[in-house]
C-alpha cells in the first residue's frame, strides 16, 4: 500500500478479479474532488463501489456502461507513477457519478475528445491537478493518451483552457477609396 501526499493510499498489487475499491483505493471517500462529486454519500457509495482488475500490458482505467464498476489494468496499477494514478481514479469516479445519475458514458457517434461525459471528466481532473499544484504544461501531458491523435489532444487541452485559443487569420477587407477627383477633370 503506497499512500501518497493526496491523502489516499493505493495498494499497485492486485489480483484478477473483481474486488470491494476501498481495498485498494482508500481515502477516496474524504478527498475534496469525490466529496464534490458524491458530497455526504461518498464514504457509502464508494463502499459499495466495485473494481475489476485486467491483466494485459497495456490499458489504464475505465469505467463499466454495464454497472458502473471500476476496470483498471494491473500494469498501469504497477508501473504509473502515483499522481497519474490518483488523477486517473479522479476521472473514473466523475465517470461512476455520471453513471449513476444515468447519464450514456460513450457516444459512438462522437470522437472520443468530443463526448461530453469525456470533456465534463476530464474537466473535473484536470480541476483537481490544478488543485494539487500541476501547471498547464503538465496537465496537457497528463491529458496524451495513445488513442487520441496530437490535433484532438491539442483540442481538448484547448477546451480544457491548458492552451491558448488558436488565433484565427483575420479576413483581408479590401478597403476602396473613394478618388478624389477624376481623369479630365
Known sequence: MIESKFGVR????????????????RGFATAPPI???????????LRRLK????????????TSDVDGHLIVSTHHLKTGDLRTLYLDVVHELCHVSQFRAGRALFDRKKKYVDTPTEIEAYAFTVKEGKRIGMTNAQLVEYLKVEWVDEADHRRLARRLGLIPARRRPRARSRRVRARRGGRGR
Do not use: H, K, N
Not at 499497485?12 to 483505493?25: C, T, V
Not at 466529496?35 to 457509495?45: C, D, K, V
Not at 473494481?51 to 475505465?62: A, K, L, Q, R, T
Open 10 to 25: 493505493i495498494e499497485r498489487r492486485a489480483p484478477i478479479r473483481l474486488y470491494p475499491f476501498e481495498r485498494f483505493f
Open 35 to 45: 466529496r464534490e462529486l458524491f458530497g455526504a454519500r461518498a464514504p457509502s457509495i
Open 51 to 62: 473494481v475489476e482488475f485486467f491483466s494485459p500490458p497495456f490499458g489504464y482505467m475505465g
